[in-house]
């Protein structure tokens, strides 16, 4: 039997359970509280049904009394945390018992608390993961919306919109739902609220707003309640990370662990739920990824804040907070010593410590990091600690060093907090031959205000466009590539689309000419050779996926229209306007390199392909599109872009996007496909002559 090593408790316990908080218990309200899924239950049953009045009335019961249920467990684990602290096993025989008295002392405080200000016993609001789900991507909001909608309120229906939008960011249908009700509202913008805003990353967003402005003491004002507020939510969080816990390594009908693996099972879910507190305070709703550094970046703000307001003793103990984390950061050890230039006499420096609440949090969080990583190694479970607090997660501006400081080769770092391009991997080059004769060359990335951009004329015939238009029309399939969905951007028009396969396989039919078929594949082949030879890539751009794609105007539905035929979007990561931020995460297409638009045609109106900004709203450049005319650009959050609504006619071009990682390439198009079609004798519609038994057996599958 393997030897468990376990730290000594009695140290441990006063710094890993909760701190006391003293005062009464929650006050209660009348009435029991409902279950939040029988509530959710009837307001979506209502929805269908159709009595939009009983759906916003339970819907809206249901979001406040999931709120509550989880205000009820965090202020009761505080308060029987507070009331019945646990105590550190004595010596002798019996030793243990002062622990475990405690320990079912604050369990039936808990349970006591919990059915007084629940009403009734804790196991009525027990709901299933696809409800506890729908809660946590805000699903009853989009219920919400569309019921406050028919009933005609607006304002309400914008909230509910707004809100499951901010943790639904790549939900297209919801982000052109906000633009449509700014049209009915008539006017260009709403007051757009998030009803589950959390309020320290609102007030963190409004220090940073500040800080940028150079208004420092309101700055100072919002990064110190972004603390206030985040320590709480920190406290919330441990506290819910008590409740039940799923023992997903056993079959629980056939868990048979004794006492203390039991306690021991338990308890390290928890723990580890607890430390990862951090990550979940730090990541924005709908977000994988955490916002990098994110509470070592307060301390950061605030060090400078305070040396501009002449408050230096505070500087210096916000900058010695920091290098709690990041013991190492050059810049920040070199304004430690220029702070405790600037003392008083009578203050000794090295009496200035780092802030207390930092200090007592980082404590913690070490000693649970040593006691997970004990577990893990004497239980037999596997544990990686992550890396909370990434290095290159910083601010990036000239308030980096002091004004004042003489530091040769100072460097500015990291994060920047406004208006920027994201970081790419790999070396920016542009400017390489364009292979091909008569291509004309139009603009480049400073032409076009941004990064990685470059528009190209003459790259097709107007010949070949109208063969390719021809080949759409044949080959075209409603709402393809969006589960069939006819409006899959904008209910004013209707999409369709075709893939370089279904060409081929229309080709191998006989429904479209085999050429023109051909050509669908030469031109990307074409297109895929100009763009990694112009921005110079160094390895090989392959196919991510191609695609065809047609936007037809729909009669009757073109006045005062205000919403886009595609909304503003990144290719590779998902835009977040709000925070000025694209999270390179799923369901982003996050393989992705390069983007390429080859236009065919020219007889519609609108339909202008623009970039923005990181705001969605400020166009940098706007594209008109024509037979021949390519754009290409890099495919991350440097290049935010949409399509201008399409008002008369139909707009049709080849959309391609590429990676440079040969594990995402497309399957098609191949060599196998250029061999086949390179021959003259497809005219005859018999491919099969030309390639072997097991060469036909693998095309005809992909077909």
């Avoid at 684990?77 to 004595?90: E, M, N, S």
């Avoid at 589960?483 to 060409?503: D, Q, Y």
């Avoid at 931020?581 to 392909?609: H, I, Q, V």
């Avoid at 005219?683 to 005809?700: C, V």
Wanted: negative net charge; hydrophobic residues 35%; contains cysteine.
């Amino acid at each position: 039997m393997r030897e468990r090593i376990w730290a000594p408790l009695p140290l441990l316990l006063p710094l890993l359970l909760p701190p006391p908080l003293w005062g009464g218990p929650p006050a209660l309200e009348p009435g029991p509280l409902q279950p939040f899924d029988l509530l959710y239950a009837s307001g979506v049953a209502a929805y269908y049904s159709g009595d939009y009045e009983l759906a916003v009335r339970d819907l809206e019961a249901a979001l406040r009394s999931h709120r509550r249920l989880q205000e009820i467990r965090a202020r009761c684990a505080r308060h029987c945390a507070a009331r019945r602290p646990l105590a550190p096993p004595g010596a002798g025989p019996g030793a243990e018992l002062p622990f475990f008295r405690a320990v079912l002392e604050r369990a039936r405080c808990y349970r006591s608390c919990e059915s007084q200000r629940l009403g009734g016993p804790a196991s009525r609001h027990r709901v299933s993961e696809d409800v506890r789900s729908d809660f946590q991507r805000r699903v009853p909001y989009n219920y919400l919306q569309r019921a406050y909608i028919k009933l005609n309120q607006l304002e309400k229906a914008v909230e509910a919109a707004h809100t499951f939008f901010m943790a639904n960011p790549e939900h297209m249908e919801m982000q052109q739902n906000i633009e449509n009700y700014r049209t009915m509202a008539g006017v260009e913008a709403l007051h757009l609220v998030d009803r589950e805003a959390k309020p320290h990353l609102e007030s963190y967003s409004a220090g940073v707003k500040h800080y940028e402005a150079d208004d420092f003491e309101l700055a100072i004002k919002y990064f110190e309640q972004a603390l206030r507020e985040y320590f709480s939510e920190d406290m919330e969080c441990r506290a819910l990370c008590e409740g039940p816990q799923r023992f997903e390594e056993y079959e629980y009908l056939g868990y048979k662990a004794g006492l203390y693996e039991a306690i021991a099972d338990h308890y390290m879910q928890v723990l580890v739920c607890q430390h990862e507190c951090v990550r979940e305070l730090a990541t924005r709703p709908g977000r994988l990824s955490p916002i990098e550094n994110f509470l070592p970046l307060h301390y950061d703000y605030l060090q400078f804040a305070y040396y501009r307001v002449g408050e230096y003793v505070k500087a210096l103990e916000c900058a010695k907070a920091y290098l709690l984390l990041h013991p190492d950061d050059e810049d920040v050890l070199v304004n430690v010593d220029y702070y405790e230039s600037l003392l008083d006499d009578s203050v000794d420096p090295a009496s200035i410590e780092a802030r207390e609440d930092l200090a007592m949090f980082v404590k913690r969080h070490k000693l649970e990091s040593e006691l997970i990583k004990s577990a893990a190694e004497g239980l037999g479970f596997s544990y990686t600690e992550p890396n909370y607090w990434i290095r290159y997660g910083g601010r990036q501006d000239e308030n980096r060093v002091p004004s004042g400081v003489n530091v040769e080769g100072a460097e500015v770092h990291g994060l920047s907090m406004g208006k920027k391009s994201p970081k790419i991997d790999r070396d920016l080059r542009e400017g390489g031959p364009l292979l091909y004769e008569n291509i004309t060359f139009v603009y480049n990335s400073e032409q076009l205000n941004g990064t990685q951009r470059v528009l190209l004329d003459n790259v097709l015939s107007e010949e070949q466009c109208r063969e390719l238009h021809s080949v759409a029309s044949g080959i075209m399939l409603v709402g393809d590539g969006y589960r069939g969905k006819t409006s899959p951007h904008t209910p004013n028009e209707k999409f369709e689309g075709a893939t370089v396969l279904k060409a081929l396989k229309f080709g191998y039919e006989g429904r479209v000419p085999l050429k023109s078929a051909r050509l669908f594949y030469d031109i990307s082949e074409k297109a895929r050779k100009i763009v990694e030879s112009y921005f110079m890539l160094n390895s090989t751009l392959y196919f991510s996926y191609t695609h065809m794609v047609c936007r037809t105007a729909l009669s009757g539905q073109q006045d005062r229209r205000n919403d886009l035929s595609h909304p503003i979007h990144a290719d590779n990561c998902l835009l977040d306007p709000e925070a000025n931020e694209c999270w390179k995460e799923p369901p982003a297409y996050t393989f992705r390199d390069y983007s390429a638009l080859l236009y065919m045609n020219d007889d519609f109106e609108g339909g202008e392909f623009i970039f923005t900004e990181m705001d969605a709203k400020t166009v940098t450049a706007s594209i008109k599109p024509k037979c021949g005319r390519m754009i290409s650009f890099s495919s991350g959050g440097e290049n935010p872009h949409g399509v201008k609504a399409v008002t008369k006619g139909q707009r049709c071009a080849v959309a391609l996007w590429f990676t440079l990682d040969p594990l995402y390439r497309e399957l098609y198009p191949s060599p196998l496909f250029q061999d086949i079609f390179y021959q003259n004798t497809l005219t005859q519609g018999k491919f099969s002559l030309l390639l072997s038994n097991q060469e036909t057996s693998m095309l005809i599958s992909l077909l």
